[in-house]
């Protein structure tokens, strides 16, 4: 997980504590009620920007984030 956020220039807080998901992160958020696997991006706000089962929506998501930000804006 971090080399994949480090390669693709994800910013903000990630959270890897090796806890899976009885760690306190995962709690507070609560993930473990939504079911196994369940994937949450949070922004740099704290919000939750994105949440769902398919790592290819979220890699998706990302995608288009990324090039929103990218664009100028007139």
Excluded: M
């Amino acid at each position: 997980a971090r080399a994949y956020a480090k390669s693709n220039a994800l910013r903000g807080i990630h959270i890897i504590d090796g806890k899976v998901w009885e760690g306190e992160t995962c709690k507070l958020f609560g993930i473990p009620q939504c079911g196994i696997p369940y994937i949450y991006y949070i922004g740099e706000d704290g919000k939750v920007k994105w949440k769902g089962h398919e790592p290819q929506k979220l890699k998706q998501f990302l995608e288009n984030a990324k090039e929103t930000a990218c664009k100028p804006t007139l």
